[in-house]
């Protein structure tokens, strides 16, 4: 019963959270443009849990919520991380992640955002479900 009253407390407490609007993120004008323009023509596919190593070498930061994988001309996976990751974007800043079992990049994944010029973490996130956006075959 105890574990009961406990677990309605954190509901409680998160749902005032929720309703509160703190957890609203505003993409900034400059961010919102560019992904736009890696989405643009493109149709959203079945969320992946994982992206393959192959898939995940040419990334773009847009924001603290939002990195890109881009796969050629017509496709990009879009991961919306989990909460935001502080700093990511950031010049002098990188993104780190760890790879077991060489699966590649999935959800639920701790990723670290390190200072590059002292190589200490500044920040952390989750990553989310990764989207596939496909555009209409070029040829």
Known sequence: MRHLILSAAALA?????????????QRSPKAQQELDRYLQGKVAGAPMTCLPNYRAN?????????ILFRD????????DIVGGCTGLGRPG?????????????CRGEIAQIVDTSTGSFVGSCSLGDFVPFTGPRRG
């Open 58 to 66: 040419d990334m773009v930061v847009i924001d603290e919520r939002t």
């Open 13 to 25: 407490t998160l749902s005032a959270c929720t309703a509160s609007g703190s957890n609203e993120f």
């Open 93 to 105: 800043t990188a993104l780190v992640t760890r790879q077991f079992g060489g699966t590649g990049l």
């Open 72 to 79: 050629g001309a017509n496709r990009v996976y879009r991961n």
